[in-house]
C-alpha cells in the first residue's frame, strides 16, 4: 500500500491509522511523513499500525536541496557509469535531476552515452554527451 499522508498527516493520524488498519497492508510506504523522525513518532505509529519493520527514507530533503544548489549553478554533469549491469546508467532520480536542470535552463552534459530507456527524451532537448570525455564540455 502507498499512502501520501499529506505534510505528516498533522491532525489526521488517528484517521490515517485507521484507514491503514483497514486495509490490513503487508507493506506500506508513507509519502510526506514529515516530522515521522521526531519524538519517537515512528516507533508509536509503527505500534499503532501493527506494521513493527520500517525505514525512513529522506530523499526528499537530498532532492530539496539539490534543487538549491541548482539554482546557484552554472551546469550539471551526470555521472552515467555501469551500474547494477546496467551500462550508461541514469536513475528516475537522476533524470528528474535533468528535467530540473532543463526547466531552469542550466547547461547539461551527460558522461557517456545515454541509455535507451531515456535517449529519446534527452536527445529532444538537445543534451550533450561527451563520451567519456571531459575536455568536451563548453561555456
Known amino acids: ?58 530523499k526528499r530533503k537530498a532532492m530539496e536541496k539539490f534543487n538549491e544548489s541548482l539554482k546557484e549553478s552554472d551546469a550539471i554533469l551526470v555521472m552515467n557509469y555501469t551500474k547494477d549491469g546496467k551500462e550508461n546508467h541514469i536513475g528516475a532520480n537522476t533524470l528528474m535531476e535533468i528535467g530540473m536542470a532543463f526547466i531552469l535552463q542550466k547547461k547539461i552534459f551527460v558522461l557517456n552515452p545515454s541509455p535507451e530507456f531515456c535517449k529519446d527524451e534527452l536527445e529532444a532537448i538537445e543534451v550533450p554527451f561527451l563520451n567519456g570525455d571531459l575536455s568536451k564540455i563548453s561555456d
Do not use: C, H, Q, T
Not at 33 to 47: E, L, W, Y
Open 1 to 58: 500500500m502507498a499512502y501520501n499522508i499529506l505534510n505528516g498527516g498533522e491532525n489526521r493520524l488517528d484517521l490515517i491509522v485507521k484507514v491503514i488498519k483497514k486495509e490490513n497492508p503487508d507493506f506500506l510506504v508513507i509519502n510526506e511523513a514529515n516530522g515521522f523522525d521526531k519524538d519517537d513518532k515512528i516507533n508509536n505509529f509503527s505500534r499503532e499500525i501493527r506494521l513493527p519493520y520500517y525505514k525512513l527514507s529522506f
